[in-house]
């Protein structure tokens, strides 16, 4: 059952990001999906009583971090789906483990691929 509320909430932010669209700009639609998540992050955050770093200099790496792995991929999804439909963007998304395991072939020579990683391309296809 978690899975599959996993996959719905994953899955249909793509087609909540086409409806917002005509109404918002990319970056209004990245700020809100940010801004509602880190509400999220920050009540698990609290209901956990789990402290956030004190420490400034760990919060360039933090910053840096973000930057890179939520803020820059959530303002280029709503561009993305400015030219092309949700589904299509969808099923790009989901085509990400696939596109690791092939630049990690491509760029990185010294890095083994294990058969299993073969064998999930394969069958992704």
């Known amino acids: ?11 249909l932010s793509f087609m909540f990001i086409e409806i917002a669209l005509p109404v918002f700009s990319p970056f209004g639609i990245a700020f809100v ?5 880190a509400m999220v992050l920050w ?6 009583k789990i402290s956030i770093p004190r420490d400034r200099s760990v919060f360039g790496w933090i910053f840096l971090i973000g930057l890179c792995s939520n ?10 789906q400015t030219q092309v439909t949700s589904s299509l963007t969808g099923i790009i998304n989901a085509m990400s483990p696939m596109f690791a ?3 990690t072939i491509l760029l990185f020579k010294h890095e083994p691929v294990k058969p299993m990683q073969i064998f999930g391309i394969l069958l992704a296809f």
Request: hydrophobic share 60%; glycine share 8%.
């Open 71 to 80: 803020i820059i991929p959530v303002v280029i999804v709503p561009f993305a």
């Open 101 to 103: 395991v092939l630049f």
């Open 43 to 48: 009540g698990y955050l609290f209901y956990q």
């Open 1 to 11: 059952m978690p899975y599959l509320l996993l996959s719905l909430t994953w899955g």
């Open 33 to 37: 999906r940010n801004l509602l998540g």
